[in-house]
């Protein structure tokens, strides 16, 4: 007998990206609220480290909810398998969420002890999302590489993730926060956002595209894993004079990528955001090649933490707009359009990541750090808002899921 499933009316949790997405985009505002009143004076102080925080929470908890409401998704269709249960999702959901929620509550109260089981239930939830997505991968016969790809992501990051709950147990051991703020990166985003835009990414052009010649070649993704393992390794061990030895590879490879994948005939801005969004995935390693160089030539460091908001702001804070944007319009029977919200809500994220990464060559750079994390803000709530209702409420065309 199947398991009693929830009531219809509730369409929260008909779909694995319904509630996670929901759960994600409530976490995004709520963390960036965070880190805005951290940086402006109007919070106090963590026990941990604040800019450690900000990362640990946008890398293990914000992101890999939508991340996880994706593969829950797609996985079982990749590899033509039963789709998953509302019980195979919603302890995930429930995890993610306490996660967050505990341990923003723990740094805005100072409560170590909430702090402590936020991470806890983050790695509960993690746990959970992985069990499901192993079991696919376990089943399947097919050699289905990007799952295999995105799976080692998560693995990674995984490693990242015990590793701050280590450092939390053994806060005399900082090279284990270390450890995670590297691996959330090159380790586990990177692989994964990088995955994702190689399977999908010409699959959406080919479809609305006029003679678009679809090109995802698993060369790619070969060539790719040593390099970004490469840049993280070398991150660990400090050699940040080494870095452009992997990052100009990477910076052909994903320059290559964008060129071949690129639409040159008329496309819609649903498709094109997705285009510009990865763009920045070269400029971040274009500005991490130059500052390798230039600390290796002059042992001088410049540019700051500039290349890594490239990444985090332009790369994964444009992709998850656009991205999201896309996988929501399709998944709630709405036309695939990108809609003015959305549209304002990524060239808003394309403005504060200009403003984050050129702030790091300004002589007083705290107050554009503070206008970027403002910027965010504002421009994420209207899309959050619209986004939260989509999830909330039943498909536009009636259809289940």
């Not at 199947?2 to 963390?31: E, W």
């Not at 998850?320 to 996988?327: H, Y």
Request: proline share 7%; charged share 5%.
């Amino acid at each position: 007998m199947a398991v009693a499933a929830l009531p219809a009316p509730f369409p929260l949790a008909a779909a694995p990206h319904r509630l996670l997405f929901f759960i994600g985009a409530a976490n995004v505002l709520a963390a960036m609220a965070w880190w805005t009143g951290w940086l402006g004076g109007l919070l106090p102080a963590p026990a941990v480290p604040a800019g450690w925080m900000h990362a640990f929470i946008m890398q293990y908890q914000v992101l890999p909810t939508f991340i996880f409401g994706f593969l829950l998704t797609v996985f079982p269709r990749w590899m033509a398998q039963a789709e998953a249960s509302r019980w195979h999702y919603l302890p995930v959901g429930l995890g993610l969420v306490l996660g967050q929620g505990l341990t923003l509550l723990g740094l805005v109260t100072g409560s170590a002890l909430l702090l402590h089981i936020g991470v806890v239930n983050t790695l509960a939830g993690w746990i959970a999302a992985m069990a499901v997505l192993a079991g696919w991968l376990a089943r399947d016969r097919s050699g289905n590489w990007h799952a295999v790809s995105c799976f080692a992501g998560l693995l990674m990051g995984l490693a990242g993730l015990l590793a701050f709950v280590a450092y939390l147990h053994f806060p005399q051991e900082p090279r284990l926060a270390f450890a995670m703020l590297k691996i959330g990166t090159f380790g586990l985003l990177v692989p994964v956002y990088s995955t994702v835009a190689h399977r999908m990414f010409p699959f959406f052009a080919g479809n609305v595209v006029a003679g678009y010649r679809s090109w995802r070649p698993m060369w790619l993704l070969a060539a790719s894993w040593p390099l970004w393992l490469g840049h993280l390794a070398l991150e660990l061990a400090h050699l940040y004079q080494w870095l452009w030895l992997v990052d100009l590879p990477l910076l052909a490879i994903t320059g290559l990528a964008l060129w071949r994948w690129w639409p040159r005939a008329k496309a819609p801005p649903l498709l094109r955001v997705l285009f510009i969004g990865y763009a920045w995935l070269p400029i971040a390693l274009a500005l991490y090649a130059a500052q390798s160089l230039w600390f290796f030539g002059t042992g001088e460091f410049t540019l700051g933490r500039g290349p890594v908001h490239a990444v985090s702001i332009g790369f994964f804070g444009s992709l998850l707009v656009a991205m999201v944007t896309r996988v929501t319009q399709g998944h709630s029977g709405r036309p695939l359009v990108l809609g003015n919200i959305p549209a304002l809500a990524f060239i808003g994220m394309q403005v504060v990541a200009v403003v984050r990464v050129g702030s790091e060559l300004a002589a007083n750079p705290a107050p554009w750090f503070l206008a970027a994390s403002i910027g965010w803000v504002l421009v994420f709530l209207p899309w959050v808002m619209r986004s939260l209702w989509i999830y909330a409420t039943p498909r536009a065309d009636g259809r289940p899921g």
